[in-house]
Each structure stands twice: as C-alpha cells, then as structure tokens.
C-alpha cells in the first residue's frame, strides 16, 4: 500500500514468516553443534550436591511426571540423575502418577544408559512401577503404603517379592524423590511426604524433594526452592545442560543449546525490532 | 425433607472426609485408626482414587455422543468423526486384549510409540510459534509496566542462553539475579496468595457455599 | 566426560515404518501454523484425540484392576463400595437421578480439599513468610555482586522483603489503593511485572526446548543426526 514506509510493513509481516524463520533456526543449529560454554546456577549445584550425598543402598524414588512433549526439558536431567544414583551406589524405584507415556520415557533412559543397565539388576538395583492415576491422593497413599498403589511392578512381580521393597512400605526407607513435572507433582510430594508424618529412618526427618522440571518451573518453584522445601531445582534444557556439564554425561541437552542459542537471540532481535518500530511510526503519528 | 440427601447430605459426606485428612495430617499418630496403612484415612483416600479411575468413562462418553453428532448430521467434519470412531474402536480392542491376556499386542505399541507419543509432543511444541509471533506483536514497552516486564524478560532470555554471556558477561549475571531474587516477591506473592485463596475456597465449598462441584437437581 | 550414547537407526522395516509414519503426523500438525488449515491437519488431529483417549481408558482400567478388582478378588470385599460410588458417577449423563453422582463427587472434593487445606499451609504460606522475614547470617556481605540467593547479601534480603510486602498489598481490594497506600501498591506492580517478565523468558526457553526436540526429530528421522 502507498504511503506505508518499512516499519509499518514490519509490523504487518506475515506471521508464517516468523513461523519458518524459527523453525528452521531450532533446526539447523543440530547438524554441526557448537558447545559453548555453561554456567551453573546455585539451584542445580544444589541439587547435584544432593544426588552426591547418597550412600551406598540408599533407596532415592524418581517420580516421572513428564510425558514425552516436556523430554527437552526434562529427560537429559532424568539420565544424568540416574547415572549419578549408580554412581554413588544408590538404589532406585521409579513410578509415576501423572502421565500415561511413563514406559517410552523410562524405556528411552534404559537406552541412552546401556553400561548403567547392564550392571544393574532389576528388582535389586532399581524397580519401575509404572503409571497409576491419583494426583495428590496417590502421593499421599505411597508416603504409607506402596502397595496399595503398586501390588506389583510392569513384570507382574508382586511387590512382596521384589528383593528392593522387601522392607519397603513407605517413605521413612527413602532418602528423597525426585520428581521430573511438568505443574504440580513436587508440590504433591513437598506437602505430603517433605511436610508430612512419615520420618525417613536414617535421618530422622521427613525425605526431602527435588525437581527436575520445565523451564517455567524455574519461577514458579524458586520460592519453593529458596524456602527449603525443595533441595535442588533443575529447570529446562538449561538447568538440564548445567546438570550434564556436573556430572560428566554430555547428553542431549548439551546439544540443545546451540539451538536455544540461536532461537532466542533471533526473538530478542525480533522484540527490539518491534519496539523500534512501534518508536518510529509513533513519532511519525505525532 | 426429600432435599437432605440429594443437598445436605452431599455436603456432609465432603465435609467428614475432609476432616478425617486433616486429623491424619495433623494428629494422625495419636489417634489410632485413623493414620498408616489400612487405616480410615488410608482407605477414604483408595476409595477416592478408584472413583477418580473409574471416571475417565464419562470423557469417552461424551466425545463419543460429540462426534456420533457430527456423523448423523451428515456435517463437513462428518469424515473425521468416523475415522476417530473407527480407529478409537480399533485401539480400544487391542487395548482390552492386552488387559485380558496380560501381552501388550505389537500393533498397540506400535500406534503408542509411533502415533501417540509423537502426536502429543508435536501438539504441545506448537505453542513455540504462537508465543515468537506473539511476543513479537504484543512486546512493546508502551508504558513503565511493560518496560520492566520486557527488561525482564530480555535478561532471562539471553541469561538461559549460553549465547548471552558470548555477547555481554553482564547477560547471565543480571538474568541470573532476575530469576534468583529479582522474580521472588512477585512469585511469592503468588504462591501465597494462591495459597490463601485456595484455603478460602476449600472452607467455602465444605461448608456447602460453592456449589460448583455439585449439578443442580432439575 | 561420558558422549551422548547414540542409538543405531533401525533395519526392521516396522520400526522405520514408525518413525517415518511419526515423522508425516509431525508434520501434517505442523501445516497448520506453517501453512493453513488443511484436511491432512485435521485427520492427524483427530488421530491424536482418539489414541490418547483410548489409551488412557486402558491406561485406567489397568490401574483399576490391580487397585480394586485384585483386592476385591483375593477377599478385600470392601473394595465393592468404591466400585459402586464409580459407577455412580455415571447417574450425571440420567438428568433425573442426577443426584445420585454428588456422592462419589463429594469423596472426591472432600478428599482433594482436605489434603490440600492441611497440607498447603507449610509451604505455600508459612515457609515462604519464614524464608522472607529470616535475614542473612551475622556477617553476610551488604552488598554481594549477584549473589544468586535472597539471603547471600542485605541488599538482596532487603529487596525480596520490601517485595513482598509491596506485591502482597497490590492483591488487597478490601480498601482503596489511594494515598499513602497507592505508592506502594504501585511498587508492587512493578515487582510482579518483573516476575512476570522472569516468567516469560523461562517459557519461551520451554517452548522453544519442545519445538527445537521436534526439529531434532525430524533431522533423526532423515539420518542426518544419530537418532
């Protein structure tokens, strides 16, 4: 249209033009990654130096309550977390009560740790439970009764048979959970087993709770995090890298942030493209 | 009188099963019955999971009765509700196959890992295009407010990039102060006031003010 | 340092069939924002809605059997009661014996609300007012270059405290924000704009995080990196 000058083109772009722009700039950032540099924020030093307290036999419970659209965010932290609780000796039951596609993350963990699986035996190592809905209510059964919620693990092994849960009921013989969300199931956990009744045995106070969660989490949860409540806080495909740059384990989350790199520069370029638009066209109004 | 147990009654209910979590949280220890496996609270809270199971039927229901609509009315999107009558159907089967054999059919994990799985990412990552164009559209520091709120913004965003600190090292230190003490007034105040709300509204709807939960008798 | 394990592309031709099938209902949903609404997006989009509902009916009545039907089974005849309540949620499609669903509603409510109302409390309220008023240790820095935490230095204690009071007396509507009061509500709004604006940055690290794993996908399918 005549009398239109380059900004108010700019403010009337297509929006598809932006949709291809991104797309093919979070795409093509993986065929030759770069790895720049990571810093560590306090909240996932934090929780790396809780997966390093763990003793030998000490029983931690992942609780995955991500389904596969959050495996950006969540699923690098979860194999890292994992790797380290073989590397300190740890025992691990894995459940989940929020999502229905547990068994392709778990089976996708299994995968990408193949010297971690082969060693460890399961029902004596680890055991996975898989998925059973309830929300808060489940959380607050398996704070005293595993049983009532998981009878028997994905084999159909009753429960009372697992050489793991023999003397586990509950959550005074765990040491803490972590808990991969997407919304609210730390806070399940934080209100039913952290400030709950039950007492850990060896400590004496009640299993503490980390997350390793989305990155929205990182805002929502930082006062949770900063209040004591939770231990440690992982948030998104950063705090995921931070983990892997902690624990040795370059995974996919590392490779990610090239394109996270990328991405955002181009939509902080975007944003200030905008305003000066909206700066140019105002005074041109005037 | 025929009101009680259609309204009264109702409430009643809610408000003792209430109140028997609240004593296990609180007193659970000192009352016997009530706390630890087996016990009142345990078992009011099985009960309530296998209600919460057993509701999924009434979501299939009615997209089943959503889309038979569509089908008999002979509508534009006719065809689509029958192919997901058709393939729901289909799913369902090889699903009550496996709960009765205990054998997980290979097409079932097949459609699961290959349809399912990456059909819901794929749904949930399209937001990523509506929030660039939006940001773009709507990201304008027309005032005080939105000054704060873009500046914001823009530091956390170059601070969870590890392009940030290439460009300024000023980037993650400012962006990583804006997330670990710059955001927390605003989010504990929402976390508490939520909180608050959230107390006010389970008291109004024990005490049978919130009658949301409930339908009308017609 | 431990390299991202690789798995091998598939040779089964099911398998490769799968990711290729994944691969075009990927990009069938993607027409829609990258083109325009289109048949292709809407039979992938129904495709979705009939898989996860029928996977989590099963998903359901799987969890059901092992936590009522096998107890009912091996003798827990209690296990009938809750059985009953569940089917009695069915009574809301009947708009006269409708009443009859408020029982198994009511469980419900009563259960969600009475472990949140004992339980929110500590965290969500009392722990952060605590962590809020609780200064930093004697001897803390005043002034700590980014200390990453409210209590690493006064000025960042100060900050979050002043805050909060502020924030919180934004959200309290019994009264009129004018006065000596307006000041400080207006304060109040510039700290949740601020977490607001923290709030947004961490989305779009999310957001962007799923569509960049899609982009992966894609690039995993066509062999152009390890899968």
Redesign the interface.
Known sequence: MSGQNIWDKL?NVD??V???I??IA??VP??SPIG????V???TQSYYDGLKSIQSGEVVVLSINS???????CLPAMIASV?KVYDQGGKLIVWSIGY??V??TWAKIK?????VFSKWKEGENYVYFG????Q???V??LA??I??????DVR?VSTDQIPLMKDI??ANKIKFVLSSDTGDAQ?YY???W????VNYEKTGKPPTVAEMG???????D???Y????EFGLV????GA?ELEALT?????A????D???????L??L??I???IS?FATRGKKK | MSQIYKREMVFIVAGVVAFVMILDYFFGKNIPGISGAGNLSSTLQTWALIIQLMAIGLGAINLIQVHYRQISRKTNMALYSAWFMVFFAILLLLGFYKLATGVEPYPYTWIFANVYVSLGATLYAITGFYIFSAAYRAFRARNIDAAILLIGGIFVLLANAPIGEVIWGGFPLIGNWFNNVGQVPGMRTFTVVGALGLLAYGFRALIGKERGFYSEVQ | MIENIAVLYPTDPLAIAGLWTALFLMLAIYSYPLWKENPVYRFAEHTFVATALAIGIIVNLQSLMNTAVTPLMKGSFLMIIPIILGLCMYFLLVPKQRWVSRYPIAILVGSSLGLGIASNPLPSIINQIISTVTPPKAGTAVWAMFPGSPTGDWFSFAFVAVGCVCATTYFLLTYEHTGPVKPVTIAGRYFIMLALGAYFGNTVLFRFSMLAERGQYILKVLGLVPL
């Open positions: 403010q929006r598809r932006f949709y291809w991104l797309f979070l795409t993986f065929l720049l540099p990571i810093t924020t306090p909240s389904g596969v659209s959050a495996w950006g965010d790797h229905t596609d068994d392709i995968e990408k740790l193949p010297d998925y059973c809905p309830g808060e209510t489940n607050a059964l005293t009764n049983r009532a919620i998981y009878p028997k159909g009921n509950g806070m934080i209100r039913q952290k400030n709950g009744q989305i990155a929205m989490n990182k805002s929502g930082m006062a949770y900063l209040s004591g409540d948030a998104g495909s950063r890298a040795g384990y370059k995974g996919d590392t490779i990610t942030m394109s996270i790199s990328v991405s955002h520069v939509l902080v975007a944003i493209l905008t305003n909206m």
